[in-house]
Nanobody, 111 residues
Framework: QVQLVESGGGLVQPGGSLRLSCAASGRLISFYTMDWYRQAPGNQRDLVAAITRGGTTNYADSVKGRFTISRDNAKNTVYLQMNSLKTEETAVYYC?????WGQGTQVTVSA
């Protein structure tokens, strides 16, 4: 089992940027694909971005060109750089590794 702790969320204006971090413990994440999901109130939890153990990345169509997922295996941490944020991207953002989830970090995009 891996423990995941997200951080970096907050309030940002439309068009702004945030960088989320997901610090892992209990297992080396270098062996696994890591995912970022988000869930807005009343909505399902959707995949935003993923990065494989080899560094291959995949993104939801809605965030391509604006979000960047990366990993620092030495720090056992995964990041999500989010640029040009939109109000509709207000949600709780979660990190996932195998079947383990973090507690989430709130991102609010509002003027």
């Amino acid at each position: 089992q891996v423990q995941l702790v997200e951080s970096g969320g907050g309030l940002v204006q439309p068009g702004g940027s945030l960088r989320l971090s997901c610090a892992a413990s209990g297992r080396l994440i270098s062996f696994y694909t890591m995912d970022w999901y988000r869930q807005a109130p009343g909505n399902q939890r959707d995949l935003v971005a993923a990065i494989t153990r080899g560094g291959t990345t995949n993104y939801a169509d809605s965030v391509k060109g604006r979000f960047t997922i990366s990993r620092d295996n030495a720090k056992n941490t995964v990041y999500l750089q989010m640029n040009s944020l939109k109000t509709e991207e207000t949600a709780v953002y979660y990190c996932k590794c195998l079947n383990d989830w973090g507690q989430g970090t709130q991102v609010t995009v509002s003027a």
